[in-house]
T-cell receptor, first 115, second 113 residues
């Protein structure tokens, strides 16, 4: 079945460490790609999105993601994490060739940053 | 502030009880969605509505019904709640067009005992 995969379910880092969260999708054709963040007790917020153009997109709070079409990947990165980045991160995809566009989420990665 | 409003924020139901989760948006969006979030499973689409008067099933529609009452409101109904429906429910809306993402509500935490 077509899906969105996030390989790391839990990640624990120390402050100032670099972060990379993996995301792969299995949809062919054109896709819109997103990373959302959910801080403890809060609703989802958009970190960044990719629709077209430069495959390296920058989002809020120092996050960036790179779309590699040949690898069907959209990995999230941050050079130096902070304690306040502790949250759950969701990769999401809108496949554009499936009729009405619907957002499909990965299973999420729970990030814990220790001070 | 503009956005998506969900009520209630918390609810405990007994097995077999019914209830309706309410969602309203004031951004004049055509598309609205209901997701459920479960640990280790991400968010899964229950139902969606592409426009006023239309609704369609998503990935996990069993046990739920929806109503798109008007452009602003999209409600989710559990006719006979089951413990498997214990979850956090998120409503979202989206403006038409490729360049806009989704706006999510703050969620309803439902426990069925």
């Amino acid at each position: 079945a077509q899906s969105v995969s996030q390989h790391n379910h839990h990640v624990i880092l120390s402050e100032a460490a670099s972060l990379e969260l993996g995301c792969n999708y299995s949809y062919g054709g054109t896709v819109n790609l997103f990373w959302y963040v959910q801080y403890p007790g809060q609703h989802l917020q958009l970190l960044l999105k990719y629709f077209s153009g430069d495959p390296l997109v920058k989002g809020i709070k120092g996050f960036e993601a790179e779309f590699i079409k040949s690898k069907f990947s959209f990995n999230l990165r941050k050079p130096s994490v902070q304690w306040s980045d502790t949250a759950e991160y969701f990769c999401a995809v809108i496949p554009m060739n499936t009729g009405f566009q619907k957002l499909v989420f990965g299973t999420g990665t729970r990030l814990l940053v220790s001070p | 502030n503009a956005g998506v409003t969900q009520t209630p924020k918390f609810q405990v139901l007994k097995t077999g009880q019914s209830m309706t989760l309410q969602c309203a948006q004031d951004m004049n969006h055509n598309s609205m969605y209901w997701y459920r979030q479960d640990p280790g499973m991400g968010l899964r689409l229950i139902y969606y509505s592409a426009s006023e008067g239309t609704t369609d099933k998503g990935e996990v529609p069993n046990g739920y019904n929806v109503s798109r009452l008007n452009k602003r409101e999209f409600s989710l109904r559990l006719e006979s709640a089951a413990p498997s429906q214990t979850s956090v429910y998120f409503c979202a809306s989206r403006k038409d067009g490729l360049l806009y993402g989704y706006t999510f509500g703050s969620g309803t935490r439902l426990t069925v005992v």
